[in-house]
C-alpha cells in the first residue's frame, strides 16, 4: 500500500477538473482530463478481455499476518486486491486520478478541503454499502493505529466530517498544500462494522473483509495465498475497472531464495517473473522451455522515474556522521568494474535521487535553485553551489589505486588513520568495523569487491545475509550500518518526501528515513517540494534536495535500467497499448484459451 500511495500522481497546479463547485469525475494535475466524464475504459486496456483462468504468481519470503496497514508482522502479498480506494490513478496520464468509490470529487478553492460523493452503489463483500462513515473510520483507524508512515502521511488532514451517508469532507490545516486531495482519493477504505471490534494492530491469518476485485479464499501460512475475483464485484463495470482485473484466481507461492524460485518457474510451477539481476538475465533463461517457445523472455520499456537505490549509511553510527568518511568509503565502490564483469554492462550509474526524470540535478543551481538554496548557505556543503555533482569514474580495471588514495586522504582530514592494519579513530581510539547487512543472497557477489577495497583502507567489514523476517525487524529499528536501501520517486514528489529525508522521521521506528537524516536545511527544501506553487517551482525545489542528499554523501549510488525485464509461460495475451507508468501483468493481461490449451497439450506431448 506504500507504494502505491508513493507512485501516485499529486496536484500541484489549479485546474479546471479541480474546480469547485459541483464536482468532477476526476482530479488531475495539469488542465483538463485526458478522459473525459462518462469515458468507456482507460487506452491500455483491452475492455472485452476474457475473464477467468489461474495465474501463479512468485513471492519471496514468507508471511504471517494478512493485515498490510499495521507494523506487526510480515504481511503476505497481494492485499491491496482486496480493498478499493476513492479514486483510480490514471497508468497512462502522469498527476491524473479518477473516481472509484466516488461519482465526484469537489476541491474547495482556497484547497483547505476535499469532498467526495461516495457512489450509492458501491458494497462491502458481505453485501453492505460502503458509506461515509466507513471513509471518516479509515483515516481514523491508520492513523491511530496503523502503521506510523500513516500518521506521518495524513499528518496535515485535520478531520473528516461526515456531511450524509454518501459524502464525506476532508478538512485540512497548516499551509496550502496542493497534493493533499490527491493524496486522500488514494486512501485504502476499511469496513468499520467489521474492524471496529476487532484488535486493527495486532496480526492475523483471518482473511478481512474487503470491497474490491478480489477475496482471499485460501491461506497456507508462510507459502502461498490464494484470492479470487469476485463475481458479483459491485464496481466491475466502471469505467476505470473495464478490461481490468481479468484473473479469475491469483495464486502468490512463496520461495525464500531467488535461486529456488528461478527453478520452480523454469519447471512450470508459476506463470510469470520479473527479473532483477542482471547476470540471471544474461546467463540462466537459455532453458528448453525458451527454446521451445513455452515460456517468453522480452523487455518492456519502463517510462517510469527510478529513483534512488544505493548502499545506504546509518548515520546514526557515530563513525558516519562525517561526510568526508562517507563520500571515502564510497569511493571503494568500483561501478564500471561491477557492470562490466558483473552486470554484463545492462545499468547505468545512478546519479541522483530523482533519476530518470526532469526532477534530477544536473549542471549548477538555476536561478530558481539558489532562490531556496542561497538562505541556507553555511548550512549546506558548499559544493552545492560552486561544482556540479559527478560521480567517480574508472578504466573498469578493478584497479582504483587512484580512488583508494583519495578515500585516504578523505579520512585522514576527517581524524581517521591506520595503526596495525587496522583504521582507527584519532580521538576516541576505535577502530571502523562495519557490517553491511543483506536479505538477497545475490548481492553478497556485489558487495563483496567493496568488502576488499574497505578492507585495503583498514576498515574491517562483514557481510551480514538474514532471512526476510529478521532483516524487516532489524531496518524497523535502525539495527544496521550499511544496507542496500531504495526510494522509488513519482513524477511529482510530496508528503513522503518528509519519510524518506524528515528530521520528524529519522527517530520514527518503520519510516523509510533509513539514513537517520535529521537536517533543518533539508527540512525546509522538502517544504519547498511540498507547498510549490507551479510546476518549474516544483522541479526547481526538486533539484535543489537532490544536490543537498547527493553532496552529503548519504548513500553510495547503485544503478538502474529503464526495461522491466520479464519471462513468462507462453498462456497469456495483453492489450496493445502498454501502460505508460506500470507494467500492467496483474492488473490488465488476461489468460488467451487458444494459448492455454495449446501450451497445455505441448507440456503432455500431444500436437
Given amino acids: 500500500m506504500r507504494a502505491v500511495l508513493v507512485m501516485l500522481g499529486l496536484l500541484f497546479l489549479y485546474s479546471p477538473a479541480l474546480a469547485e463547485g459541483a464536482g468532477r469525475h476526476g482530479m488531475s494535475m495539469f488542465g ?17 478481455a476474457p475473464k477467468g483462468g489461474l495465474v501463479r504468481m512468485e513471492a519471496r519470503g514468507t508471511f504471517d499476518t494478512l493485515n498490510g496497514f499495521t507494523i506487526k508482522g510480515n504481511a503476505a502479498a497481494g492485499l491491496g486486491l482486496m480493498y478499493d480506494t476513492l479514486m483510480e490513478s490514471a497508468r497512462d496520464e502522469a498527476f491524473a486520478e479518477y ?29 453492505k454499502p460502503i458509506t461515509a462513515e466507513d471513509v471518516a473510520f479509515s483515516l481514523e483507524i491508520l492513523k491511530s493505529k496503523g502503521a506510523p508512515f500513516y500518521r506521518f502521511y495524513y ?26 486531495p490527491l493524496i486522500i482519493g488514494q486512501i485504502p477504505v476499511l469496513p468499520k462494522h467489521y474492524w471496529q471490534d476487532r484488535d486493527f494492530a495486532a496480526t492475523t491469518l483471518d482473511p478481512p473483509l474487503g470491497s474490491g476485485p478480489y477475496r482471499i ?72 522451455a525458451i527454446t521451445k517457445g513455452h515460456v517468453v523472455k522480452e523487455t518492456l520499456v519502463n517510462n517510469s522515474p527510478t529513483g534512488m537505490q544505493s548502499f545506504s549509511f546509518n548515520i546514526r ?38 533519476s530518470n526524470s526532469e526532477l534530477a540535478a544536473t549542471g549548477l543551481p538555476s536561478a530558481a535553485e539558489l532562490k531556496m538554496l542561497e538562505p541556507l ?39 581517521w588513520s591506520v595503526k596495525e592494519q587496522r583504521l582507527v579513530n584519532g580521538k576516541t581510539g576505535k577502530a571502523m568495523e562495519i557490517e553491511i547487512l543483506l536479505v538477497n543472497q545475490g548481492f553478497a557477489r556485489i558487495v563483496a569487491p567493496i568488502q576488499r577495497s574497505m578492507e585495503r583502507l583498514g576498515v574491517k567489514v562483514n557481510i551480514r545475509v538474514v532471512d526476510t523476517s529478521q532483516y524487516i525487524n532489524r531496518i524497523r ?28 522521521a529519522a527517530d520514527r521506528a518503520g519510516s523509510r528515513n533509513y539514513i537517520g537524516i535529521k537536517d533543518p536545511a533539508v527540512d525546509k527544501l522538502i517544504d519547498h517540494i511540498i507547498f510549490a506553487g507551479s ?73
Fill in 535 to 607: 510546476r518549474a517551482e516544483l522541479v526547481a525545489a526538486s533539484r535543489a534536495l537532490d544536490r543537498v542528499l547527493l553532496w552529503n554523501h548519504f548513500v553510495i549510488p547503485n544503478w538502474h535500467i529503464n526495461s522491466y525485464r520479464i519471462a513468462y509461460w507462453n498462456r497469456f495475451a495483453r492489450p496493445k497499448t502498454k501502460p505508460k507508468y506500470a507494467l500492467g501483468f496483474s492488473d490488465t493481461w488476461w489468460i488467451d484459451k487458444s494459448k492455454d490449451e495449446a501450451l497445455r497439450a505441448s507440456l503432455k506431448g500431444r500436437k
Fill in 377 to 415: 548557505k553555511g548550512q549546506i556543503p558548499e559544493e552545492v553551489f560552486t561544482t556540479e555533482f559527478k560521480l567517480p569514474k574508472t578504466d573498469g580495471s578493478g584497479k582504483s589505486r587512484r580512488q583508494l588514495r583519495r578515500a585516504k586522504k578523505l579520512l585522514n582530514a576527517a581524524g
Fill in 317 to 354: 553510527r557515530g563513525k558516519f556522521q562525517d561526510r568526508r568518511v562517507r563520500q571515502a568509503l564510497a569511493l571503494t565502490f568500483d561501478f564500471e568494474w561491477a557492470n562490466k564483469n558483473l552486470f554484463f554492462g545492462q545499468y547505468t550509474r545512478t546519479q541522483s535521487f530523482f
Fill in 155 to 180: 499528518a496535515n488532514v485535520e478531520k473528516a466530517e461526515v456531511l450524509s451517508p454518501n459524502k464525506i469532507k476532508f478538512v485540512f490545516k497548516g499551509r496550502k498544500n496542493r497534493e493533499l
Fill in 477 to 504: 529499528d535502525f539495527d544496521f550500518d550499511l544496507i542496500v536501501g531504495g526510494w522509488g520517486q513519482s513524477l511529482s514528489p510530496g508528503n513522503e518526501q518528509r519519510d524518506f529525508w524528515g528530521t520528524a
Fill in 99 to 127: 473516481g472509484l468509490l466516488v461519482e465526484s470529487a469537489v476541491v474547495a478553492d482556497d484547497l483547505s478541503s476535499v469532498t467526495f460523493n461516495l457512489r450509492p452503489e458501491a458494497r462491502w463483500h458481505d453485501g
Fill in 217 to 288: 479464499v485460501k491461506v497456507d501460512p508462510g507459502r502461498s495465498i490464494t484470492y479470487e475475483r469476485v463475481a458479483d464485484y459491485w464496481g466491475r463495470d466502471l469505467s476505470v475497472n473495464k478490461g481490468r482485473h481479468n484473473f479469475g484466481t491469483m495464486r502468490f507461492e512463496y520461495y525464500r531464495d531467488s535461486t529456488v524460485a528461478l527453478e520452480a518457474f523454469k519447471s512450470n510451477a508459476f506463470d510469470f517473473r520479473q527479473e532483477n539481476t542482471a547476470k540471471v538475465w544474461a546467463t540462466a533463461y537459455k532453458f528448453p
Fill in 32 to 48: 483538463e482530463l485526458k478522459y473525459p466524464e462518462g469515458f468507456s475504459h482507460f487506452e491500455y486496456v483491452n475492455p472485452d
